[in-house]
C-alpha cells in the first residue's frame, strides 16, 4: 500500500518537472550503489532528502558524489553520470539553465562549478579520466559546447599508437563571459577575465587574462579588457553616481 501511494503520488500529484526528478534519483538505486548527493546549506552538509525543481539527476554508477550548495537556480537542468568514483560541485547561487552534463567512459572523474557562475544554454561533455573546473562568477551564453575529451579513439596505422591518450582538467578561470555558441575542446585553458567570442572554438591553453579570444581556432584578438553583467547603455547611466 505505501508504494502504491508514493507512485501515484510521483506520478500524479507532482507537477511534470518534479515527476523526473522524483524517478531520476529514487528509481535508479543510486544510494544502494554508494552514490551520494549532498545539500550544503548554511555551511552544513546534509543529504539530499528532496528533489530539487529543475534538476534531473540520473545516477548510473557507484561511488559517485554530487554537493549541491544553497541557493541554486535550476531549470531544464539535466546531470548524467555513468562513471565511477565520480565527484560533483556545484556552488551557491550557480544558475544551471537549458544545460544538460554528461559523465561516462572513464573514472574519477570531476566536475566543479565555483560560486555564482550562471549557464543560458550548454552541453558538457566529461569523457575518459579527466575533469572540469570553472571558477567563480563566469556567464556562459546559451548553445555552447564543453567537451574534456574526443569520445573516440584516434589509432596511428603505422605505429598502431593511439594519439589522443594524453588527458588534463580542463581549467576556466574565474570571471569569464562565453559568448554564443563557443566550443570548448579537451585540454583548453582559459585564464580569469577572459572573453570568448561568439562561436569561437578554443583548442588550447591561454594563459593571458584580460583579453579578447575569437576564431577557429581561437586567438587572442584583443588585449586589455574586462566585462560586465550590466549592458554599456546600463553602465553608462551608472557612471554619474559614482562620480
Known amino acids: 500500500m505505501k508504494r502504491f501511494l508514493l507512485k501515484f503520488f510521483s506520478n500524479f500529484i507532482l507537477n511534470r518537472a518534479k515527476r523526473r526528478a522524483w524517478r531520476a534519483f529514487h528509481c535508479s538505486n543510486a544510494t544502494a550503489r554508494g552514490n551520494r548527493v549532498w545539500i550544503i546549506k548554511n ?11 529543475g534538476l534531473e539527476l540520473l545516477m548510473n554508477a557507484h561511488n559517485a558524489e554530487v554537493e549541491i550548495a544553497y541557493p541554486w537556480n535550476m531549470e531544464n537542468a539535466y546531470i548524467k553520470i555513468d562513471t565511477d568514483n565520480a565527484k560533483i560541485y556545484l556552488g551557491p547561487h550557480t ?33 575518459e579520466n579527466s575533469g572540469l573546473r570553472i571558477g567563480k562568477d563566469c556567464m556562459f551564453s546559451d548553445e555552447i559546447h564543453i567537451m574534456t575529451g574526443d569520445g ?76 560586465h553583467r550590466l549592458t554599456a547603455a546600463q553602465m553608462l547611466q551608472k557612471e554619474p553616481e559614482n562620480k
Request: net charge positive; proline share 3%; charged share 20%.
Open 95 to 127: 544558475k544551471l539553465k537549458n544545460v544538460q552534463i554528461n559523465l561516462g567512459c572513464g573514472q574519477n572523474q570531476n566536475l566543479f562549478i565555483d560560486e555564482g557562475t550562471t549557464f543560458e544554454g550548454a552541453k558538457i561533455w566529461i569523457f
Open 152 to 227: 573516440h579513439a584516434v589509432q596511428d596505422i603505422t605505429t598502431g599508437r593511439y594519439a589522443n591518450l594524453d588527458f588534463h582538467e580542463l581549467t576556466i578561470g574565474d570571471y569569464v563571459w562565453c559568448g554564443r555558441g563557443a566550443f570548448i575542446t579537451k585540454n583548453a585553458q582559459i585564464p580569469s577575465y577572459s572573453i570568448i567570442g561568439a562561436r569561437a572554438v578554443v583548442t588550447k591553453a591561454f594563459t593571458e587574462g584580460h583579453t579578447a579570444l575569437g576564431g577557429n581556432p581561437a586567438k587572442i584578438i584583443k588585449r586589455g579588457l574586462t566585462w
Open 43 to 53: 555551511g552544513k552538509k546534509e543529504p539530499m532528502r528532496h528533489i530539487i525543481p
